[in-house]
Protein backbone atom coordinates (compact mmCIF):
# COMPACT_ATOMS: atom_id res chain seq x y z
CA UNK A 1 0.00 0.00 0.00
CA UNK A 2 1.65 3.47 -1.00
CA UNK A 3 1.82 6.35 1.76
CA UNK A 4 -0.66 8.98 0.97
CA UNK A 5 2.95 11.22 0.40
CA UNK A 6 3.49 8.54 -2.47
CA UNK A 7 0.45 9.48 -4.02
CA UNK A 8 0.81 13.35 -4.30
CA UNK A 9 4.19 12.78 -5.42
CA UNK A 10 3.78 10.32 -8.00
CA UNK A 11 0.15 10.44 -8.94
CA UNK A 12 -2.26 12.55 -10.57
CA UNK A 13 -5.31 10.77 -9.35
CA UNK A 14 -5.88 7.63 -6.51
CA UNK A 15 -8.21 5.87 -5.37
CA UNK A 16 -8.36 3.65 -1.95
CA UNK A 17 -11.27 1.15 -1.48
CA UNK A 18 -13.51 2.19 -3.22
CA UNK A 19 -17.18 0.68 -3.15
CA UNK A 20 -20.58 1.67 -4.47
CA UNK A 21 -23.51 -0.49 -2.80
CA UNK A 22 -27.06 -0.17 -4.46
CA UNK A 23 -29.63 -1.45 -2.45
CA UNK A 24 -27.50 -4.47 -1.14
CA UNK A 25 -25.76 -5.03 -4.80
CA UNK A 26 -21.94 -4.14 -4.84
CA UNK A 27 -21.29 -2.69 -8.28
CA UNK A 28 -17.59 -1.31 -7.21
CA UNK A 29 -15.63 -3.55 -4.54
CA UNK A 30 -13.27 -2.19 -2.50
CA UNK A 31 -10.98 -0.65 -5.91
CA UNK A 32 -7.58 0.84 -5.29
CA UNK A 33 -6.35 2.86 -8.68
CA UNK A 34 -3.12 4.92 -9.07
CA UNK A 35 -2.88 6.76 -12.17
CA UNK A 36 0.30 8.45 -13.32
CA UNK A 37 0.61 12.32 -14.87
CA UNK A 38 0.96 11.93 -18.45
CA UNK A 39 -0.09 8.36 -19.13
CA UNK A 40 -2.41 6.44 -20.58
CA UNK A 41 -4.52 4.58 -18.15
CA UNK A 42 -7.65 1.96 -19.23
CA UNK A 43 -10.05 0.65 -17.12
CA UNK A 44 -11.41 -2.60 -19.04
CA UNK A 45 -13.57 -5.58 -17.99
CA UNK A 46 -16.14 -8.27 -19.02
CA UNK A 47 -20.12 -6.66 -18.99
CA UNK A 48 -21.06 -5.89 -15.63
CA UNK A 49 -17.65 -5.43 -14.71
CA UNK A 50 -18.32 -2.29 -12.57
CA UNK A 51 -16.14 -0.29 -15.60
CA UNK A 52 -18.92 2.46 -15.64
CA UNK A 53 -19.91 2.87 -11.97
CA UNK A 54 -16.29 2.65 -11.00
CA UNK A 55 -15.80 5.53 -14.17
CA UNK A 56 -18.77 7.86 -12.43
CA UNK A 57 -17.27 7.31 -9.03
CA UNK A 58 -13.79 9.07 -10.51
CA UNK A 59 -15.56 11.64 -12.00
CA UNK A 60 -18.10 12.57 -9.10
CA UNK A 61 -20.79 11.84 -10.70
CA UNK A 62 -21.64 9.14 -8.20
CA UNK A 63 -20.57 9.52 -4.09
CA UNK A 64 -19.21 6.14 -2.92
CA UNK A 65 -20.16 4.31 -0.45
CA UNK A 66 -16.83 3.79 1.19
CA UNK A 67 -13.41 5.07 -0.27
CA UNK A 68 -11.26 7.88 -0.70
CA UNK A 69 -10.25 9.60 -4.15
CA UNK A 70 -7.54 12.30 -4.59
CA UNK A 71 -6.67 14.01 -7.59
CA UNK A 72 -3.44 16.59 -7.42
CA UNK A 73 -2.88 15.53 -3.63
CA UNK A 74 -6.24 17.12 -2.74
CA UNK A 75 -8.92 15.14 -1.08
CA UNK A 76 -11.74 15.54 -3.60
CA UNK A 77 -14.13 12.67 -2.37
CA UNK A 78 -16.63 14.53 -1.54
CA UNK A 79 -16.63 17.57 -4.28
CA UNK A 80 -19.17 17.77 -6.75
CA UNK A 81 -18.40 17.16 -10.67
CA UNK A 82 -18.28 21.13 -11.91
CA UNK A 83 -15.87 21.79 -8.77
CA UNK A 84 -13.20 19.06 -10.36
CA UNK A 85 -13.63 20.33 -13.91
CA UNK A 86 -12.58 23.73 -12.26
CA UNK A 87 -9.77 22.28 -11.07
CA UNK A 88 -8.56 20.16 -14.65
CA UNK A 89 -10.55 16.62 -14.35
CA UNK A 90 -12.50 16.80 -17.12
CA UNK A 91 -14.55 13.67 -18.50
CA UNK A 92 -16.56 12.61 -21.92
CA UNK A 93 -19.57 10.22 -22.28
CA UNK A 94 -20.91 6.98 -24.09
CA UNK A 95 -23.32 9.08 -26.00
CA UNK A 96 -22.54 11.76 -27.49
CA UNK A 97 -23.11 15.42 -26.04
CA UNK A 98 -22.58 18.44 -28.51
CA UNK A 99 -24.85 21.53 -29.34
CA UNK A 100 -26.79 20.18 -32.44
CA UNK A 101 -28.29 23.70 -33.72
CA UNK A 102 -24.74 24.95 -33.29
CA UNK A 103 -22.25 24.61 -35.79
CA UNK A 104 -18.93 22.80 -35.47
CA UNK A 105 -16.92 25.62 -34.78
CA UNK A 106 -19.69 27.21 -32.27
CA UNK A 107 -19.64 24.32 -30.11
CA UNK A 108 -15.73 24.84 -29.75
CA UNK A 109 -15.78 28.33 -29.08
CA UNK A 110 -18.54 28.21 -26.64
CA UNK A 111 -15.96 25.71 -24.32
CA UNK A 112 -13.30 27.67 -24.55
CA UNK A 113 -15.23 30.96 -23.63
CA UNK A 114 -16.21 28.78 -20.78
CA UNK A 115 -13.18 28.83 -20.18
CA UNK A 116 -11.21 31.32 -20.63
CA UNK A 117 -14.15 33.74 -19.30
CA UNK A 118 -14.00 32.32 -15.76
CA UNK A 119 -16.60 30.51 -15.59
CA UNK A 120 -19.56 32.42 -17.61
CA UNK A 121 -20.80 31.54 -21.31
CA UNK A 122 -22.48 35.08 -21.78
CA UNK A 123 -23.87 34.83 -24.65
CA UNK A 124 -24.45 38.90 -24.93
CA UNK A 125 -20.86 39.42 -25.80
CA UNK A 126 -19.61 41.26 -28.91
CA UNK A 127 -18.96 39.24 -31.97
CA UNK A 128 -15.24 40.53 -31.96
CA UNK A 129 -15.16 39.44 -28.98
CA UNK A 130 -15.88 36.03 -29.55
CA UNK A 131 -13.36 36.00 -32.89
CA UNK A 132 -10.82 36.61 -30.77
CA UNK A 133 -11.08 32.65 -29.81
CA UNK A 134 -11.87 31.30 -33.10
CA UNK A 135 -7.89 30.59 -34.21
CA UNK A 136 -7.68 28.54 -31.32
CA UNK A 137 -11.27 26.63 -32.04
CA UNK A 138 -9.71 26.22 -35.52
CA UNK A 139 -6.61 25.05 -34.48
CA UNK A 140 -8.31 22.04 -31.87
CA UNK A 141 -10.73 21.21 -35.09
CA UNK A 142 -7.76 21.00 -36.76
CA UNK A 143 -6.22 18.54 -34.64
CA UNK A 144 -9.14 16.41 -34.67
CA UNK A 145 -9.91 16.22 -38.75
CA UNK A 146 -13.08 18.75 -38.32
CA UNK A 147 -11.31 22.04 -39.65
CA UNK A 148 -12.70 21.62 -42.57
CA UNK A 149 -16.21 21.08 -41.79
CA UNK A 150 -15.89 23.90 -39.03
CA UNK A 151 -18.99 25.73 -40.26
CA UNK A 152 -21.33 22.75 -40.72
CA UNK A 153 -24.21 21.97 -38.19
CA UNK A 154 -23.01 19.82 -35.00
CA UNK A 155 -26.20 17.30 -35.85
CA UNK A 156 -24.96 16.63 -39.35
CA UNK A 157 -21.78 15.18 -38.74
CA UNK A 158 -21.38 11.06 -38.43
CA UNK A 159 -21.45 9.85 -35.30
CA UNK A 160 -17.53 9.30 -35.14
CA UNK A 161 -16.98 12.96 -36.45
CA UNK A 162 -19.55 13.70 -33.15
CA UNK A 163 -17.58 12.07 -30.75
CA UNK A 164 -14.07 13.65 -32.14
CA UNK A 165 -15.73 17.12 -31.87
CA UNK A 166 -17.02 16.16 -28.44
CA UNK A 167 -13.29 15.78 -27.44
CA UNK A 168 -12.47 18.91 -29.41
CA UNK A 169 -14.57 20.55 -26.82
CA UNK A 170 -13.51 18.95 -24.03
CA UNK A 171 -9.54 19.78 -24.86
CA UNK A 172 -10.85 23.26 -25.09
CA UNK A 173 -11.06 23.29 -21.59
CA UNK A 174 -7.59 22.91 -21.43
CA UNK A 175 -7.78 19.51 -18.81
CA UNK A 176 -4.61 17.86 -16.69
CA UNK A 177 -6.65 14.93 -16.83
CA UNK A 178 -9.32 13.72 -19.46
CA UNK A 179 -11.50 10.98 -18.48
CA UNK A 180 -12.97 9.10 -21.65
CA UNK A 181 -15.93 7.14 -21.36
CA UNK A 182 -15.42 4.57 -24.90
CA UNK A 183 -14.50 7.07 -26.76
CA UNK A 184 -14.39 4.71 -29.86
CA UNK A 185 -17.77 3.34 -29.27
CA UNK A 186 -19.84 3.14 -32.42
CA UNK A 187 -17.14 4.74 -34.75
CA UNK A 188 -15.90 3.22 -37.87
CA UNK A 189 -12.59 1.84 -38.85
CA UNK A 190 -11.20 5.31 -40.09
CA UNK A 191 -12.65 7.15 -37.36
CA UNK A 192 -11.06 4.93 -34.80
CA UNK A 193 -7.31 5.40 -36.40
CA UNK A 194 -7.89 9.18 -36.23
CA UNK A 195 -9.28 9.28 -32.94
CA UNK A 196 -6.21 6.79 -31.66
CA UNK A 197 -3.82 9.12 -33.30
CA UNK A 198 -5.90 12.13 -31.19
CA UNK A 199 -5.68 10.66 -27.85
CA UNK A 200 -1.70 9.63 -28.44
CA UNK A 201 -0.97 13.22 -28.87
CA UNK A 202 -3.24 14.43 -26.64
CA UNK A 203 -1.42 12.58 -23.44
CA UNK A 204 1.98 13.98 -24.71
CA UNK A 205 0.91 16.77 -22.63
CA UNK A 206 -2.15 15.54 -19.85
CA UNK A 207 -3.05 12.70 -18.52
CA UNK A 208 -5.58 10.16 -19.96
CA UNK A 209 -8.21 7.81 -18.15
CA UNK A 210 -10.03 5.98 -20.56
CA UNK A 211 -13.03 3.21 -20.60
CA UNK A 212 -12.67 1.64 -23.76
CA UNK A 213 -13.49 -2.11 -24.89
CA UNK A 214 -11.58 -1.90 -28.43
CA UNK A 215 -8.61 -4.52 -27.29
CA UNK A 216 -6.73 -3.89 -30.05
CA UNK A 217 -6.29 0.32 -29.27
CA UNK A 218 -5.31 -0.46 -25.95
CA UNK A 219 -2.77 -2.68 -26.37
CA UNK A 220 -1.21 -0.17 -28.56
CA UNK A 221 -1.97 3.22 -26.44
CA UNK A 222 -2.00 2.37 -22.96
CA UNK A 223 0.64 2.33 -20.88
CA UNK A 224 -0.83 0.54 -17.48
CA UNK A 225 -4.26 -1.40 -17.76
CA UNK A 226 -6.53 -1.74 -15.43
CA UNK A 227 -9.05 -5.08 -15.25
CA UNK A 228 -11.82 -5.27 -13.28
CA UNK A 229 -14.14 -8.32 -12.70
CA UNK A 230 -17.39 -8.26 -10.61
CA UNK A 231 -16.50 -5.01 -9.52
CA UNK A 232 -12.93 -5.73 -8.17
CA UNK A 233 -9.31 -4.82 -9.82
CA UNK A 234 -8.80 -8.95 -11.26
CA UNK A 235 -5.53 -7.12 -12.83
CA UNK A 236 -2.91 -4.51 -13.32
CA UNK A 237 -0.07 -3.78 -15.64
CA UNK A 238 0.76 -3.11 -19.22
CA UNK A 239 -0.91 -4.99 -21.76
CA UNK A 240 1.53 -7.95 -21.89
CA UNK A 241 1.26 -8.42 -18.48
CA UNK A 242 -2.32 -8.65 -18.01
CA UNK A 243 -2.81 -10.41 -21.43
CA UNK A 244 -1.04 -13.37 -20.30
CA UNK A 245 -2.69 -13.30 -17.16
CA UNK A 246 -5.16 -16.55 -16.74
CA UNK A 247 -7.53 -15.24 -14.51
CA UNK A 248 -7.49 -11.90 -17.30
CA UNK A 249 -7.81 -14.63 -19.85
CA UNK A 250 -10.73 -16.49 -18.44
CA UNK A 251 -13.06 -13.07 -17.44
CA UNK A 252 -12.50 -11.10 -19.82
CA UNK A 253 -10.28 -11.94 -23.04
CA UNK A 254 -11.65 -15.35 -23.18
CA UNK A 255 -15.16 -13.23 -23.37
CA UNK A 256 -14.24 -11.98 -26.55
CA UNK A 257 -12.83 -14.36 -28.08
CA UNK A 258 -16.20 -16.26 -27.70
CA UNK A 259 -17.85 -13.54 -29.41
CA UNK A 260 -16.00 -13.64 -32.39
CA UNK A 261 -16.59 -17.32 -33.31
Known amino acids: MMSLQDDQADYILTARGLTKVFGGITAVDNVDLAVRPNTIHALIG?????????????????QPSKGKISYAGKDITNEAPATIARRGMVRSFQISAVFGDMSVLENVRLALQRRVHGGSFDFWRSNKCLRSLEDEAVSLLDDVGLGDLRHHRAADLPYGRKRGLEIATTLAL??????????????????????SELIARVAKTRTVLMVEHNLSVVATLSDTITVLARGAVLAEGTYAEVSRNPAVIEAYIGEVDEAHE
Open 46 to 62: PNGAGKTTCFNLLSKFL
Open 174 to 195: DPKLLLLDEPLAGMGQEDIGRT
